[in-house]
């Protein structure tokens, strides 16, 4: 148990500085963790809702609903790309004898969380300004911990391939780009016919969107087989991580 406790505060102290070391010199300091996603949603605030006359979603402010999709993606692309990264950035670690190696993709999940939920908190407060009950905070908790085990297995893989393969980054980037416009981030997925619908929604982050929706701005968890579909996706992802780290992680430090 002392081991564990010592592992997770090993791991939150790291990630704090890796949180810290991306602002490290600007003015702003740690506020451009949220002043640009906040400048992306005014944008598409006044280009969807002033120039094309877009206005609610089932009854939410669109640039509410937008932020709410938003805050979700931002966190698993800017976290997926951060993750993959980690063994290449920190290749001074990788190769020391004596640190746990193991614990850097958690180290980037976890500061990745923390413009996460900074910028989740602003949109908790905008709801409950705009008159939304807030009810589903137990909800949205639950989604945060499954989009958290989201990234972090799924950065797993990509961290351990990019350490073999540096090309891994580049391919990230452009499924990312892609991704962002197929992901009901800024459209409305009820706007599909059915079966195209569903094949959408095969997409654990358009599930994840969903879900943070449903229980920020409706106050309702997402429906079961969605959420179990969800956990299966995870676990599969979970294991093929746990295969490929006692396969790979041992030489990567040799390919670093």
């Known amino acids: 148990m002392k081991t564990i406790v010592v592992g997770l505060l090993e791991i939150f102290k790291l990630a704090v500085n890796d949180f810290k070391s991306k602002y490290a010199g600007s003015a702003l300091g740690v506020l451009w963790a949220i002043a640009e996603p906040l400048v992306t949603v005014a944008v598409y605030r006044f280009v969807y809702t002033f120039a094309f006359g877009g206005g609610d979603v089932c009854g939410i402010p669109y640039y509410l609903w937008l932020s709410v999709g938003l805050a979700i993606w931002l966190y698993v692309a800017d976290g997926l790309r951060s993750v993959c990264a980690s063994y290449r950035d920190y ?11 193991k614990i850097l993709p958690d180290v980037r999940c976890v500061s990745s969380l923390f413009s996460h ?37 799924l950065g797993k893989i990509l961290s351990l391939l990019c350490g073999y393969y540096k090309d891994i980054q580049n391919i990230l980037n452009v499924i990312l ?15 599909l016919d059915t079966g195209i619908k569903r094949i959408v929604e095969l997409n654990p982050v358009a599930l994840m969107a ?6 920020l701005l409706f106050g309702k968890f997402m429906e079961p087989n969605k959420f179990v579909y969800l956990i299966l996706v995870i676990a599969v992802t979970f294991v093929t991580a746990e295969i490929l780290e006692r396969k790979l992680l041992p030489n990567i430090a040799d390919k670093l």
């Open 210 to 215: 969903e879900g943070y929706r449903s229980t």
């Open 117 to 153: 939920l900074l910028f989740l908190s602003i949109v908790v407060v905008v709801s409950a300004l705009n008159n939304i009950c807030i009810s589903g905070i137990l909800g949205l908790a639950v989604m945060v911990i499954i989009c958290y085990a989201y990234v972090l297995s």
């Open 177 to 191: 780009n892609i991704g962002f416009w197929v992901t009901p981030i800024f459209w409305n997925v009820d706007m």
């Open 91 to 101: 290749s001074f670690l990788v190769k020391k004898m004596r640190f746990n190696k």
